[in-house]
């Protein structure tokens, strides 16, 4: 980036042949992770295995730590913090640590979903996640569930991702039928209470009462052996049903559900799972952020911060020091310019598809409420790096001051008194069932995480 007027680069003016063609291949690996990775369980699982091939084990609180261990803690199997102990003195040099969250917005079903009518079995949801609720409507569906029966056996399942498979269903309004709503205000337009999932029209016949509901909680029965009852113990969302394809003649772009954040996630993911550094790093991949990172598997919950202490303990090392030595990379998705709705951006100060991995100072909202806003110095520290290991990058804001914004995880992560900051990938239709982003972003963000972690 020389010369006295800063302007963005796109990758494709400046990247080699041997780079175009790295980030194809990673596009393609991370479309793989993406298509079996749609909700935190399944994130899970995928990282589960990549890290017992990269040779990572098992952790759990007690056991001993030495230099050199490559470690995972699985929690709740809905959030995983993957570590490897570096050769160097803990306490003065920190830790390097990457976080990024593994749930996307979706649509959970209600404890008791099951209902009837017009010759239609329905279930009822509630939204998880920010979610425009048109986007949901004659869209098509899978379900992805755990279930913990009467007797305390649980099981998985997932229904609508094999071509063979049914899906799932949510009507919309036909259009000789709108004009009434055409003059509603939008945000009246949609109730989530109209968000039911078609799943059944056929009649059971051995019931003369509610036919329909009847009809699948027999094939439910049969398949899995549930209840309408265990509905109650489950957790069960609809999610796009969608695989991750590349978009474009010239296939530039990836659309895929849940680039948010797992376009953030799987680079941090490989950046671990390869990285050869003397220092102490760690990838956290978190649950409920998109619902404020409540709960015990969100970012607010105490375990980050135990385990941080019980690598401490193992070393003789004050966490107060280690936290104060640590850096954190808050690896979270960010908006791209849209020229579709180019007057909710600030021009200059939004990103840009394909120029590269997004480092933003602040997020927040109003001010910068309710945002981390890292240091210059950090800032500095982390610009320089990705100068020095040839990372394309750019800065930018989500959109325009006073029309919206939004929070990660740094501010959570930055409280514990770790230098924190955040960078991600530029996403179109961020929160959408089929968000777009630019390959090259993807491996730039990649690339930024490896440097982060050299
Ligand atoms: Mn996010
Ligand atoms: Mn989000």
Redesign the pocket.
């Known amino acids: 980036m020389e010369g006295l007027i800063y302007k963005k680069q796109n990758f494709y003016d400046i990247a080699s042949e041997k780079e175009i063609k790295d980030a194809e291949n990673f596009a393609g690996e991370y479309m793989q992770f993406l298509d079996k990775a749609k909700t935190e369980r399944e994130a899970c699982r995928e990282a589960v295995i990549l890290a017992e091939q990269a040779g990572f084990k098992q952790f759990d609180f007690g056991q001993k730590l030495k230099k050199g261990d490559k470690r995972y803690f699985l929690n709740h199997n809905k959030e995983i913090i993957l570590f490897k102990i570096g050769s160097n003195n803990l306490e003065e040099a920190g830790m390097k640590i990457i976080g990024?969250?593994i749930d996307?917005p979706r649509l959970d079903l209600k404890p008791n979903p099951v209902f009837e009518e017009g010759g239609m079995c329905y279930f009822k949801t509630h939204y998880y996640g920010g979610i425009r609720k048109y986007q949901y409507l004659t869209s098509p569906l899978s379900l992805h569930g755990a279930v913990v029966k009467a007797n305390g056996e649980k099981f998985e399942f997932v229904i609508g991702e094999n071509q063979d498979d049914p899906i799932f269903y949510i009507s919309d309004l036909l259009p000789h039928l709108s004009q009434g709503q055409e003059e509603q205000k939008l945000r009246e337009v949609f109730s989530g209470e109209q968000l039911n999932l078609v799943v059944g029209g056929k009649t059971s016949k051995k019931q003369k009462e509610q036919k329909l509901k009847n009809n699948v909680l027999e094939i439910l029965k049969s398949r899995f052996g549930m209840s309408d009852a265990d509905f109650m113990s489950s957790e069960i969302s609809a999610v796009p049903m969608h695989k991750a394809r590349e978009v474009g003649f010239d296939r530039a772009f990836i659309a895929g559900y849940g680039h948010?954040?797992k376009s953030?996630a799987y680079p941090a993911l490989r950046a671990i799972l390869e990285s050869k550094s003397d220092e102490t790093v760690m990838v956290w991949l978190v649950d409920k952020?998109?619902i404020g990172s409540e709960g015990n598997t969100g970012a607010q919950s105490k375990l980050f911060e135990d385990l941080i202490d019980e690598i401490c303990d193992n070393f003789n090392a004050s966490p107060r020091k280690v936290r104060r030595n640590s850096k954190c990379l808050s690896a979270?998705?960010t908006s791209a310019y849209d020229p579709n709705y180019s007057t909710v951006f600030d021009k200059t100060n939004v990103a840009q598809v394909s120029c590269g991995t997004c480092i933003m100072k602040y997020d927040g909202a109003k001010g910068k409420s309710d945002s981390n806003d890292a240091s210059a110095e950090l800032m500095g520290e982390l610009r320089k790096a990705m100068e020095e290991a040839g990372v394309l990058w750019q800065t930018g804001e989500l959109g325009r001051v006073d029309l919206g914004g939004?929070g990660?995880i740094s501010k959570f992560i930055a409280k514990l008194n770790i230098d924190t900051i955040d960078i991600?990938v530029p996403v179109i239709s961020?929160h959408a069932p089929y968000e777009l982003i630019s390959k090259a972003d993807l491996y730039s963000t990649y690339k930024a995480f490896k440097a982060f972690f050299k």
Do not use: I, K, N, R
């Open positions: 990024a969250h996307s948010d954040d953030c952020e998109e979270d998705v939004g990660t991600g961020m």
